[in-house]
């Protein structure tokens, strides 16, 4: 039996031309990634989008459109799971009520799970300001595809 992990993404992209980062930290692990998270048993993804948004941003968001879907093998690099990512563009319902960061991992708290989020141009964005191998593919996308991305 194989295990798969679902996860959504949102790529949320501000009046400024800058996507919202979070900078996390799990059990020693630091990661950046976009905002999002796996999907719960019996969700959409479109729902399970909307929860991660409003658990981890304080926000509800409107899904926009798909923007890409993971086309590759990829191993979870938390256990044995083959990780499919879906990334959709969305747009906050009401303003962020963040305490945004300027500096990667800038936590206010300590614990064994921290969060924290900055925003970074997309005209500066590159694929090691992420983590993941799929985030790291959607940087690249986000650069050749944007279009205010000049």
């Not at 999907?39 to 658990?55: N, T």
Request: aromatic share 16%; net charge negative; with cysteine.
């Amino acid at each position: 039996m194989y295990n798969f992990n679902v996860r959504v993404y949102g790529l949320l992209i501000n009046d400024q031309n800058q996507i919202l980062l979070s900078d996390e930290e799990e059990y020693g692990f630091r990661f950046c990634k976009f905002p999002g998270g796996g999907l719960e048993y019996g969700e959409g993804l479109i729902e399970a989008l909307r929860r991660e948004f409003i658990e981890e941003c304080n926000v509800d968001v409107d899904v926009i459109e798909h923007f890409y879907t993971t086309d590759f093998f990829i191993q979870s690099a938390f256990n044995d799971s083959q990780v499919i990512s879906v990334y959709y563009l969305v747009s906050p319902k009401s303003d962020l009520k963040l305490n945004f960061k300027n500096l990667p991992y800038d936590f206010d708290d300590a614990g064994n799970i921290l969060q924290a989020f900055r925003w970074k141009d997309l005209n500066e964005i590159a694929v090691h300001d992420v983590t993941f191998q799929t985030d790291q593919r959607v940087v690249d996308l986000l650069k050749k595809k944007w279009p205010k991305n000049l």
